[in-house]
């Protein structure tokens, strides 16, 4: 595989992420298997780390401007740790090269990017516009989910799919937070969105390299290019277009989508 094109496809990616908090295993685990040849879960397991670096650099730069808001990074968390740990377990116990896995990981990945394409595009066309700053009194509010509970079940669902897929930590959990948190403003919605995800995608990664799936040399050269790409994205995420990007994006997930589903 050319190194500067891994190097380059990773700079995007981590520019994407920066940027919008999507992008992380919604576009290189499909780029991985489509455009690099690798095996799916292999391409999960190294987009795990992928992300989990990737994503706690932006999570640096984020929480220098004071835009992570650190009890919806934990709430989440509280929901997706044990869910990632469980599914963990199951591929421990069948093997995540077995057919079968790799049937089940590239249907799912394919159902789970098709369902980020759609969120994504619902929310550039029809989606609510969110405040970038927050009034003065609503501070207390905005931190505050509609339910305790709801936080911590879609933690759960969403750290599932991550760890089967690489997927969902990014535009589904953009969408299920401004579901949550309607007054949240934009940029702390994507920096919870990076910021939650570093835990996640490390455990589930740690998980996947324990079971052989992760191409080290493979991750050395994509975070070569992803971390100087989420740090520009993440010092322009205030000047983001953001109907614009999300529209792009949601057309190229859904081709992969579509892709995937017919292998």
């Known amino acids: ?81 044990p869910a990632a740990l469980l599914t963990l377990f199951v591929l421990h116990r069948v093997g995540p090269a077995n057919p079968g896995v790799q049937t089940v990981m590239t249907a799912t990945l394919g159902m789970a990017l098709l369902l980020t394409a759609a969120a994504m595009l619902y929310k550039a066309f029809r989606g609510k516009q969110v405040p970038r700053t927050l009034a003065a009194g609503e501070e207390a509010l905005a931190f505050k989910a509609r339910h305790w509970s709801l936080p911590v079940l879609f933690g759960a669902v969403i750290g599932t799919l991550v760890t089967l897929t690489s997927v969902g930590a990014g535009a589904i959990g953009v969408s299920v937070l401004l579901l949550l948190y309607p007054l949240l403003p934009l940029p702390r919605i994507v920096a919870a969105d990076i910021a939650y995800a570093v835990p996640l995608t490390l455990v589930a990664g740690l998980g996947h390299a324990s079971l052989g799936s992760v191409d080290w040399p493979l991750l050395a050269q994509l975070l070569a290019g992803s971390l100087p790409g989420i740090w520009l994205g993440t010092r322009l995420i205030r000047h983001t277009p953001e109907r614009l990007v999300r529209a792009v994006l949601s057309a190229l997930l859904a081709y992969a989508g579509f892709k995937l589903m017919a292998l």
């Open 1 to 81: 595989m050319p190194e500067f094109a891994l190097i380059l496809a990773g700079f995007a990616v981590g520019l994407i992420v920066g940027l919008t908090g999507v992008g992380g295993g919604s576009l290189m685990t499909p780029i991985l298997i489509f455009f690099f040849g690798v095996k799916p879960y292999l391409a999960v397991g190294t987009d795990l780390l992928f992300a989990a670096v990737t994503k706690a650099g932006g999570t640096v730069n984020l929480a220098r401007q004071r835009l992570v808001p650190w009890r919806v990074v934990g709430q989440l968390c509280a929901g997706s740790l």
